[in-house]
């Protein structure tokens, strides 16, 4: 059997990169082989496209062409990093994926969904994850989060209040179009307990 492809979605501060450990912990302790990586990055020349988009001024780039730029970055992961670990029958979790473009450079920065379809069909075909996982948390308690952290690659945080309020909804809308892909997770719980809903929400999906 190929691989399995998971990805974790949802706004800045919404605790992804931890829960991506924490998955990869569970299911390795079931025997999977189990790579993680994330976008924008997630090998060497998608992690230099990154450092493009992560920082500096909001209004760096405009929305077709930060679209552009993540989605060069994404056909490198795919190409390179992805599709090999998914051929040699390791299960691949991803912090963010194509969710994102839909929620942060469509809903976030008004590029039309069309647009980023169109996009998204030339350069991945019709390769989507088996399962996304939506971790949902309200806009004030995530910046917070985020804003703890520190400084470094925080230009998609330092866009307005407005914009994060329509990347959640965007999460949400996803998800609830999406309800044999996608589960929506309350991320306002505690760590333990938001891993305990992954868990569910992963085993259920796979029959794990
Ligand atoms: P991270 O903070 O979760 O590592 O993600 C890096 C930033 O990149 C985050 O602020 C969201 C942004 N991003 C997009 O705007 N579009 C995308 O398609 C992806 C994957 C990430």
Redesign the pocket.
């Known amino acids: 059997m190929a691989g399995r492809f998971i990805t974790l979605e949802g706004g800045?501060g919404s605790g992804?990169s931890t829960q991506v450990r924490r998955l990869a912990a569970a299911l390795q302790a079931k025997g999977m082989s189990i790579l993680t990586t994330?976008?924008?990055g997630g090998s060497p020349g998608a992690e230099e496209i990154r450092t493009l988009?992560?920082n500096g001024a909001p209004g760096r780039w405009d929305a077709l062409t930060e679209t552009l730029l993540?989605y060069a970055a994404r056909a490198d992961h795919v190409g390179r990093t992805i599709g090999p670990a998914l051929l040699a029958e390791t299960w691949v979790i991803c912090?963010?994926?194509?969710d994102?473009?839909y929620a942060?450079?469509g809903a976030g920065r008004g590029l039309a969904r069309e647009t980023i379809r169109r996009i998204d069909s030339v350069v991945l075909d019709d390769f989507k994850p088996d399962f996304t996982l939506m971790l949902d948390i309200d806009v004030e308690t995530g910046l917070k989060r985020a804003g703890a952290r520190g400084g470094a690659?925080s230009r998609?945080?330092n866009f307005d209040r407005d914009f994060h309020e329509r990347l959640r909804q965007a999460f949400i809308e996803i998800a609830k179009r999406h309800p044999d892909r996608c589960a929506l997770i309350d991320a306002a719980q505690g760590e333990d307990d938001v891993a305990a809903a992954i868990w569910a929400a992963v085993a259920r999906r796979f029959g794990l």
């Open positions: 800045e992804k994330r976008e924008p988009l992560v993540v912090d963010r994926f194509t994102s473009t942060y450079q690659e998609f945080e």
